[in-house]
């Protein structure tokens, strides 16, 4: 079974009901699982929650139990955060979207999936979902 890491993009529209992608998220990350396990950088983790979380304690606990169960929230090694920094001095790329890119690197990721056109360019194993 392969890897496949998990844009804030992909996570949020999961989550909010009202995303124009909410649909396409879900059935998206269902399929992958099938193949893959599922890394939630967690950068891409803790900008999922910060809407629920507005809404109160507890829907915000309730749905980051939700997306613990989904995949595995993986950390900002030393070794991800200096990959990160390359990334940004090679691509000018935000820094949350390096900190997700190399995590993908330093885990050998299969696929990265995002909702984010621009990041086509940025690594062959980037999957926009919806085109």
């Known amino acids: 079974m392969g890897v496949a890491v998990v844009d804030a993009s992909v996570l949020i529209a999961t989550i909010d009901v009202q995303d124009v992608h909410h649909e ?9 699982r099938r193949q ?26 309730s749905i980051e139990g939700g997306l613990r169960r989904l995949g595995t929230v993986e950390p ?18 935000k820094l949350p979207d390096a900190l997700i890119l190399a995590t993908a690197v330093e885990l050998r990721a299969d696929e990265i999936l995002t909702f984010d056109r621009r990041w086509r360019s940025l690594d062959s194993r980037v999957r ?3 085109l």
């Open 36 to 61: 893959h396990a599922l890394s939630l950088p967690a950068v891409a983790f803790s900008e999922a929650l910060v809407l629920p979380y507005r809404m109160g304690p507890r829907p915000g606990r």
């Open 128 to 130: 926009v979902l919806g």
């Open 76 to 93: 900002v090694t030393h070794e991800v955060a200096s990959r990160a920094a390359r990334l940004r001095a090679e691509r000018q790329i």
């Open 24 to 32: 396409l998220a879900i059935a998206e990350l269902e399929a992958t």
